[in-house]
């Protein structure tokens, strides 16, 4: 197990209860939460269902970035649910318009040394300020800012040894794409990953929180940096200098696994469709024609990204076949930006600047035309996520995404023939936290503004005792969120759970077919249980608790799986579904939709360490008995049993 890693400091500073041994459960202290509006309108209800009057956190803070569209009243009614609920409750509010809640985070709160849950996936951004930064479900985040400590697995620690710089046209993004190609997106569940290193120190801040934030993308519970002098500089630039301390592992650190990368080696890489381990150099891709390019996300749209990118356009423009969209991480960003001539550059090269917010990184616009190839600077490239079926969307750092956007083709950027735009470290940020609204005081009487289109926790019963289950959907490996609960243009149901549950596995719907909805419908209906079967890596990607919730709402009581990845098995327990995996993968084979599958006593059955027993009766008649595993701990089972951890609160 590993020795005197930073992971094992923070984690014994915020230590609960537990056994610290890897893979057992431990409860930690949680100092802040976040939450982004596509999952904080259901995890501040989820709050008020708990009956707390104001969060018990050091700092929460509740930010409206990924759905800013407005199209339709929805939008606006979660925003100003969420300001006024934040106002009561005791949590900051930054508005839209300042900027997608990680990036604000790091410039605004982030803190080294402390904990931060945050009810999304990219919440390990702020693994790059040094703090333990873990995503979850908008229900753990609601638990932690009623005070409740977060469970999670002992983790282990893959310490990733750099040496080197990096050479100029390669980046961070780079460095986070050669280590999806080392690790892939599967295989990671409860690891944590760790810097160190002499090649640390040549990394700003910045440039780190690119690298923790894709870290997500390896499915590992979260990834950080050492507190340093390039973190003290950061934060003395955002004028927070009395946040800083420092935190470094021990000389003599052990890790579990050790990966050495030396940064001089990292070649621009890009990550192809339709995954973020699909990684290629750039080089290979070179000539490609490319239609459209987008720069932003909480991956890369710092000043530092940003102004690489003007520097490269600046008295050039964009290719006449290419569209180019800038989406600045931050008003901070844009602000700067603005105001030193670089947003002019960019706007003279023929940019679309469009607001601060996840924007397309969310399939919020810009989809791309049918067939045509799109680079972005963004963290995720699932099939489908753009908005446009059949996409070509390709992950890669802004270097190459201006050098593509100038070019209309793949181009690896070294071979521009242009002189490595030198940008100086930002030495003082522009400080103007105007759109962040402090909370109210407690005795402040503040109403809780609720328009027709916030809803409220959908309420589940107590698990059946046998689980007279039924096949709605089988599927294959690398399930991720997005295919189980579509966002883009569906993202302003968030708070309305009947009305989202009806494009639960939209992609997979066929024309004159039942919908998925519909066919859990009527075995809901028929007072018999849906049953999901997946593969490896089930539930990757997001956070959304959607994934869970409507599921829930449609019957689904049990998924069974090789894999299911960290934060959407917690989501399911959270909503009173069953993790399973097959003990035996042959298995999988065998069963199909339609199946009826029974788990009989199945309280008696979690209660033993044992394999559960299922029966499975084909659709054809065959008849046949399966072993399912799980890592469920007491108190999961405890809250599956209940129903869900709202019925145990
Ligand atoms: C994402 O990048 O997929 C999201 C949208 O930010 C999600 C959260 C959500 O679905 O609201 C995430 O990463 O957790
Ligand atoms: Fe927003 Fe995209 Fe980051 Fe998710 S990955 S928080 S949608 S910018």
């Given amino acids: 197990m590993a020795k005197g890693t930073i992971v094992q400091k923070i984690i014994d500073k915020h230590f609960v209860s537990g056994e610290k041994t890897v893979g057992c459960p431990v409860a930690i202290r949680i100092d802040q939460t976040l939450t982004q509006d596509a999952t904080g309108t259901m995890a501040y209800l989820e709050l008020e269902a708990m ?94 800012m009623a005070g409740v400590p977060f469970r999670m697995a002992y983790p282990k620690v893959i310490g990733v040894k750099l040496t080197g710089s990096l050479s100029p046209w390669c980046s961070a993004k780079d460095v986070i794409l050669k280590l999806l190609e080392i690790l892939t997106t599967k295989g990671n569940v409860g690891s944590i990953v760790e810097y160190f290193g002499t090649g640390v120190k040549s990394l700003s801040v910045p440039q780190r929180a690119t690298i923790t934030n894709m870290g997500a993308e390896l499915g590992v519970t979260t990834s950080i940096f050492p507190s340093d002098a390039n973190t003290k500089a950061f934060l003395d630039a955002q004028k927070r200098d009395d946040k800083w301390v420092e935190i470094k592992a021990d000389a003599d650190a052990e890790y579990d696994r050790v990966i050495e990368l030396n940064l001089a080696s990292v070649e621009p890489m890009a990550a192809c469709p339709s995954s973020p381990d699909n990684i290629k150099r750039v080089k290979e891709l070179n000539g490609i024609k490319v239609e459209q390019v987008i720069i932003g996300s909480c991956t890369n749209s710092s000043v530092r990204d940003l102004a690489i990118v003007a520097a490269m356009l600046k008295d050039r423009h964009v290719h006449d076949k290419v569209t180019l969209s800038i989406a600045p991480g931050s ?285 499975v009766q084909n659709a054809s008649g065959g008849e046949f008995e399966i072993e399912l595993n799980h890592n469920l701990s007491e108190e999961d089972i405890r809250l599956i049993l209940a129903g869900g951890s709202l019925n145990c609160v």
């Avoid at 649910?81 to 930054?94: C, D, E, M, P, W």
């Fill in 51 to 144: 009956k707390v009057p104001r969060v018990k956190t050091e700092l929460s803070v509740s930010y409206v970035d990924h759905n800013m569209m407005q199209n339709g009243p929805e939008n606006r009614n979660d925003h100003l649910y969420l300001q006024s609920v934040a106002a009561a409750k005791g949590v900051y509010f930054s508005r839209p318009g300042n900027g997608i809640c990680h990036q604000v985070h790091l410039e605004r709160f982030g803190e080294p040394g402390k904990t931060l849950l945050g009810s999304d996936s990219h919440t390990p951004t702020n693994g790059g300020i040094g703090m333990m930064a873990i995503g979850a479900g908008g229900l753990d985040v609601a638990q932690a």
């Fill in 331 to 615: 008003r901070q960003v844009l602000e700067m930006l603005s105001r030193n001539g670089m947003l002019g550059d960019l706007i003279a090269a023929g940019a679309r600047v469009l607001e601060s917010g996840c924007g397309p990184c969310i399939g919020q616009g810009q989809s791309p035309a049918d067939t045509t190839v799109t680079l972005r600077t963004f963290n995720r490239n699932f099939a489908g996520r753009t908005g446009t079926k059949g996409d070509q969307a390709y992950l890669v750092s802004p270097e190459v995404a201006a050098a593509a956007a100038l070019t209309g083709v793949f181009t690896d950027p070294r071979e521009l023939g242009m002189k490595y735009p030198e940008i100086a470290e930002v030495k003082e940020f522009l400080v103007n936290d105007n759109m962040i609204i402090p909370p109210q005081p407690a005795e402040a009487s503040i109403e809780i503004i609720r328009k027709p289109t916030i809803g409220r926790p959908p309420e589940n019963t107590a698990l059946p005792q046998n689980i007279t289950g039924e096949v709605i959907i089988k599927v294959g490996d690398k399930i991720t969120t997005d295919h189980i609960m579509p966002a883009g243009i569906h993202l302003k149901l968030r708070s309305n759970i009947p009305a989202y549950s009806k494009v639960v596995f939209e992609c997979f719907n066929e024309d004159g077919k039942p919908t998925f909805a519909e066919r859990a419908a009527m075995v809901r209906d028929a007072g018999r249980h849906g049953i999901i079967v997946g593969r490896d890596s089930y539930g990757q990607g997001s956070s959304r608790e959607h994934a869970a919730i409507c599921p829930m709402f449609l019957g689904i009581k049990g998924v069974i799986a090789f894999a299911i990845e960290r934060i959407h098995a917690a989501n399911l327990v959270n909503f009173g579904i069953l993790p399973l995996v097959f003990a035996n993968q042959a298995d999988y084979d065998k069963i199909n939709e339609k199946d009826a599958v029974l788990i009989e006593n199945i309280r008696e059955q979690l209660a033993v360490d044992k394999p559960v027993k299922a029966a």
